[in-house]
């Protein structure tokens, strides 16, 4: 199963912070992204995820599109300040399925 430490992370394509994309075998994807313009911790903009104790993450369907099958109960598309264990847990969750 994948986990945090297989995300493979690069600057941002708006120049501000990190992101990695992870597609799963059953055509759901993961976006964890960081840096001053997202729900990160902290909103600064550095180069590395060490620097960073807590990310946005997103999930999108087969599609392309967001999905919030995942975290039903959330009033958003993506999911704020989230720390590595609950990155995992969503990771798991979504290899599930």
């Known amino acids: 199963m994948k986990t945090f430490k297989d995300l ?6 708006n120049g501000d912070g990190i992101l990695s994309h992870l597609d799963f075998d ?11 313009d997202f ?13 960073f104790s807590a990310f946005e993450v997103a999930v999108f369907d087969v ?23 609950e990155i995992d847990a969503l990771m798991l969750l ?3 399925r």
């Open 8 to 13: 493979e992370f690069k600057k941002h394509p």
């Open 26 to 36: 059953n055509g759901f994807t993961i976006s964890v992204i960081a840096g001053g």
């Open 39 to 51: 729900y990160s911790t902290p909103r600064r903009d550095f180069p590395n995820p060490d620097d």
């Open 63 to 85: 599609g392309g599109n967001f999905t919030k099958e995942f975290f039903p109960d959330h009033h958003d598309n993506v999911l704020g300040w989230q720390v590595r264990d």
């Open 94 to 96: 979504i290899q599930s």
